[in-house]
């Protein structure tokens, strides 16, 4: 008779705590959407000889930047994609997410850094490791900002 009443008791024990899980869980979704929202929006383009590159900048709740790319550059394939990252301190550095127009079946992915001055974003060169297949910009080196070739200058959203 005590095992019958045991093995209740230790199921709905079960049974409350996967309904405290499960709210813990929404609340967590909730905020984590919270944290998402879109609090500014800011548009920015850049030209150098015969290549353009536009960039819709998304600053998130949580301060996170999100946004999306496309970069025309001469005698190369179109690249589309997303940044996703954040600031520290002027410098944006961002992951470029992205699917180029000869090769749509394969996602690549690259390090950037842009230092925000005025209204502009200038895209550093630095140098690039990659450790197991995973491309970074190395830390201990710095990032060229002065001479480059792509300066963004903010432009009106469409």
Known sequence: MKKPVVFCLLMACIGFQSCKNDEKQKELEAAKAEGEKIVKT?????IYEKDTITLDLYTLKNGKIS???VMKVANAAERTGEVAGEFHGDTLFVDYTFVDTANKN????NPMALLKRDNQLILGNGKMQTTMGVTYLVKDKPIDFENVKYKFNSIHCE
């Open 106 to 109: 394969t996602k690549f992915k």
């Open 42 to 46: 800011e548009c920015y383009k850049a």
């Open 67 to 69: 946004g999306d790319m």
